[in-house]
């Protein structure tokens, strides 16, 4: 079945998504403007991600993020350090692996790191085209490590939406009086932190109704006026509750 479109309509999950479910094998190709991204795939598994442009020589990586020096380098491969990419990153990386100078694990770990990397750059984007090109392979010479896609696709929506609420200016905690209504606010469920609500508030909420004032909601716990007050001023704060009016 053909993949491709416009990342407006298709969010890039969904679209991750339905490759891991077809374990599909191939290449999905991201465009906006200049920028260009290849994620090859294997048996619905991201095997491997290349940005357009960029230096694609591994070892430089490996060393720019401290899992290598230049000296273990040279003194695996026999040949100065910037001359690196005359070497297919696989022959490198076997030589690397076999000398333990790096482990799988370690190898394992960057490859993730990087998936991720690119994943929230990709997210962040408000638009851009993407296509899905069935059987193509990653190029021979390349490392590839299959990476479950379900799980970068949730940690890097996570680490998204943590970013974002980090971002957000903290909202003001405004006193509220006896008198006014609350309801609850349209919040969409697919963007934005998740809310942690304490046992307190939870009770709060299963009074309200968008019609019944907060004095009204203090008779029908029966807590303490300044208790209840509190505590729809902290849950008006962080997004759950709106001021929908005043009772006469």
Do not use: C
Request: proline share 6%; hydrophobic share 50%; glycine share 8%.
């Amino acid at each position: 079945m053909p993949l491709a479109g416009n990342l407006r309509q298709f969010a890039l999950a969904d679209v991750l998504r339905v490759i891991e479910s077809g374990q599909r094998t191939g290449r999905l190709k991201l465009q906006r403007g200049e920028r260009r991204a290849f994620v090859y795939f294997a048996g619905g598994q991201w095997v491997l991600a290349e940005r357009v442009g960029a230096n694609l020589v591994l070892a430089h990586h490996l060393e720019r993020v401290g899992l290598i020096t230049p000296e273990h380098f040279e003194a695996v491969m026999g040949i100065p350090f910037v001359q690196a990419g005359s070497i297919p990153d696989a022959q490198a990386m076997r030589a690397l692996l076999t000398s333990r100078v790096l482990t799988q694990d370690q190898l394992r770990a960057f490859a993730e790191s990087d998936a991720l990397d690119l994943l929230g750059q990709v997210l962040a984007w408000p638009d851009g085209d993407f296509t899905f090109e069935d059987s193509v392979t990653a190029p021979q010479g390349r490392i590839s490590v299959p990476l479950p896609v379900g799980l970068l696709v949730s940690h890097a929506l996570r680490a998204t939406r943590t970013t974002r609420a980090a971002a957000a200016p903290p909202r003001e905690v405004v006193p509220l009086a006896p008198e006014m209504v609350l309801d609850f606010s349209d919040i969409d469920p697919n963007g934005g932190a998740a809310v942690q609500l304490t046992r307190d508030q939870w009770r709060l909420l299963t009074a309200v109704d968008g019609q019944l004032p907060l004095w009204g909601i203090v008779r029908r716990l029966q807590a303490p006026e300044h208790i209840i007050l509190r505590l729809a001023a902290e849950l008006v704060a962080n997004g759950t509750l709106v001021v929908v009016g005043r009772a006469s």
